[in-house]
């Protein structure tokens, strides 16, 4: 079999059989960024620069066709083809698919020669379509958001309407540094940024990349391509949005009444030996029209809505009522539940949640408080004192997404805690650059040095957990052990023998 070169990408999102199609697509010899989980999925494939997605719908068919209505614009858009892999037979799911946005379906055995096969074909309908798609070759009018960049330059012109969004007025013809502008990009969207344009430096063909605000939550979309006549790169820049979302202020306070918001578990795990110590409790939102929807998306619109603290109260209760009726075999797994700053707020919470345990029969000593840095920045000094009343009861605490927010340092010196979360990025940034090491590294290195123990979230390949462990990480989660998980589900995990008692391990 040939070998594909390096522009031959596949991007793979799949929610039970990932590990299975990575791996037959990479002894095809394609590359293949893979996927298990469908937040973000849209930017991930944009960021991919994958001329061929592929959703696996077997096993997890709604999940599977919201993937695809979610990534279907932006392959079209890419002029990419979107492989959809359903059930031998499942002719409703194909046809589903094909109304959701994919161009392709398959539903046989999955080998690496027949897997490559419909890769190639599904190849050659991405490069029919680019054949006949060409970005223009000036800056387009001035009511779309665009920019321009000549090679060798400091600087990017920025359209009219481009410069009034990003905030650098409205004059047409707008000059910024390439700095001012990819200021605006988190972490993520500068790696993206610069993916991208190496592949259109490196094949010639239109791509794109997408990156998140940081402010409302909306995506943004970068379709960027050469100007044939002068060389320049030129990006036409689309607001993605959060499709929907305006309709769900209504829905939420029926969905905490219908028993719409779920709980799972995220299993936490020592780096050294492997035994699963705990799990977070993280809400996700049934939603009978979108799906499941995530907790940064519920959360948002309990903030919008109002309902912040009802929220927070409802998944709390929720959660230690499920870890209240676990089975024998999760008895001695640690449970963390997050704290929002509208909880913190409230002078009676530490008494209220101490009482639900107690009502509950749940072990203080069992319980971790995750709070995030963001739910600090308006008082640190309540927080510093509700956390200590929390800890005097037996309960630990964490400070959970370390590095995302702006007085970190602060934080540490101010709070009694017990552990320190680092943000998922920092995760993947420890197989980063030189630079980018010694940054997670400093911030493990203070972290014990303060007698802190450290949890790295996020964590999806076995690269990043080696590094993490060798950096003197004590426990990590992510997708690389397990994603969220029913309480059966974590049973099950439970049960191959991954759990020990705490007594050893925390």
Not at 70 to 82: K, P, W
Not at 102 to 108: E, L, N, P, R, S
Not at 357 to 379: A, H, K, N, Y
Request: net charge negative; with cysteine.
């Amino acid at each position: 079999m040939p070998p594909v070169d390096d522009t031959e990408t596949v991007f793979i999102l799949s929610f039970r059989n990932r590990d299975l199609l990575r791996d037959a697509a990479g002894e095809a010899g394609w590359r293949v960024i893979a996927a298990r989980r469908g937040e973000s999925a849209e930017q991930r494939f944009l960021a991919s620069g994958a001329k061929v997605a592929i959703v696996d719908t077997r096993g997890a068919r709604l999940q599977g066709l919201e993937a695809i209505r979610a990534l279907g614009s932006a392959t079209e858009r890419s002029g990419a083809a979107l492989l959809a892999l359903v059930d031998e037979g499942d002719t409703d799911t194909a046809s589903e698919a094909f109304e959701a946005g994919a161009t392709h379906f398959w539903h046989g055995a999955i080998d690496p020669a027949l897997l490559d096969l419909a890769l190639r074909l599904a190849l050659r309908h991405s490069e029919r379509v680019l054949s006949t798609v060409a970005l223009r070759s000036r800056l387009p009018a001035a009511a779309m958001p665009s920019w321009r960049w000549e090679r060798g330059s400091s600087s990017v012109e920025l359209s009219p309407a481009l410069a009034r969004q990003a905030g650098f007025g409205t004059e047409g013809g707008t000059r910024v540094s390439l700095m001012e502008l990819f200021r605006k990009l988190d972490a993520d969207g500068r790696r993206s940024a610069r993916s991208a344009v190496d592949r259109l430096r490196e094949t010639g063909q239109a791509t794109a990349f997408a990156h998140g605000t940081g402010e409302d939550g909306d995506r943004i979309a970068h379709h960027v391509g050469l100007d044939d006549s002068s060389g320049a790169i030129v990006g036409h820049v689309e607001t993605l949005g959060q499709p929907g979302l305006e309709s769900l202020d209504a829905d939420l306070p029926q969905a905490l009444t219908r028993g719409e918001i779920d709980i799972l578990f995220q299993p936490q795990v020592a780096t050294a030996g492997g035994a699963m110590v705990g799990v977070e409790a993280l809400a996700r939102w049934r939603h009978p029209k979108f799906g499941e929807l995530d907790a940064q998306t519920l959360f948002k619109v309990a903030e919008r809505s109002g309902l912040s603290l009802a929220l927070s109260q409802h998944v709390q209760r929720t959660a230690l009522e499920e870890v209240a009726n676990w089975p024998a075999s999760l008895a001695s797994l640690r449970v963390a539940i997050n704290v929002t700053s509208a909880d913190i707020a409230q002078p009676t919470f530490a008494d209220r949640f101490i009482a639900d345990l107690g009502t509950l029969g749940i072990d203080r000593r069992r319980v971790t408080v995750e709070i995030t840095e963001s739910g600090l920045i308006e008082d640190l000094r309540s927080a510093s004192r509700l956390l200590a009343e929390l800890r005097a009861h037996g309960l630990r605490v964490a400070i959970d997404d370390f590095g995302t927010g702006y007085s970190s340092l602060a934080y540490l010196k101010a709070l009694p805690l017990d552990y320190l979360k680092i943000d998922k990025q920092m995760s993947h940034d420890i197989e980063g650059t030189p630079r980018d090491r010694v940054v997670v590294r400093g911030v493990i290195d203070m972290a014990r040095s303060l007698g802190l123990s450290v949890i790295a979230e996020g964590v999806e390949t076995n690269r990043q957990l080696a590094l993490l462990a060798e950096e003197g990480c004590n426990y990590y989660q992510g997708y690389l052990c397990a994603p969220p998980l029913t309480s059966a589900a974590l049973a099950e995990l439970a049960s191959v023998g991954l759990a020990q008692d705490l007594r050893q391990a925390l």
